[in-house]
């Protein structure tokens, strides 16, 4: 079992920048395929980006890259999400997810624990 907990979100205005942590504990991740979505009110649960614990090599959705790193601290036990550039479009709830089999897939239905979720919400 994996317990995360985010933290960073908040209110910024547009060209801003946030980072969001992700704080896992439970167990060790080393197999593990770490991720972050985002759900915006009326709309699907949708893909950010993910990266491999073992060699920190990332993936990203279009819509954010280039704009937004993701990154971990091996020592920490921690995921981030760099956001910058942020647009009125990137307003959602942010939530953490692990993968436990390291599948690095965009489909969250993969992903086996998640948390609770952290609101950013970007201000034109």
């Known amino acids: 079992q994996v317990q995360l907990a985010e933290s960073g979100g908040g209110l910024v205005q547009a060209g801003g920048s946030l980072r969001l942590s992700c704080a896992a504990s439970g167990r060790s991740l080393s197999s593990y395929v770490m991720g972050w979505f985002r759900q915006a009110p009326g709309k699907e649960r949708e893909f950010v980006a993910a990266i491999r614990w073992t060699t920190g090599f990332p993936r990203y959705s279009d819509s954010v890259k280039g704009r937004f790193t993701i990154s971990r601290d091996n020592a920490k036990n921690t995921v981030y999400l760099q956001m910058n550039s942020l647009n009125p479009e990137d307003t959602a709830v942010y939530y953490c997810?692990?993968?436990?089999?390291?599948?690095?897939?965009?489909?969250?239905?993969?992903?086996?624990?998640w948390g609770q979720g952290t609101q950013v919400t970007v201000s034109s």
């Open positions: 997810a692990a993968d436990r089999h390291g599948w690095f897939t965009s489909n969250s239905g993969d992903y086996d624990y």
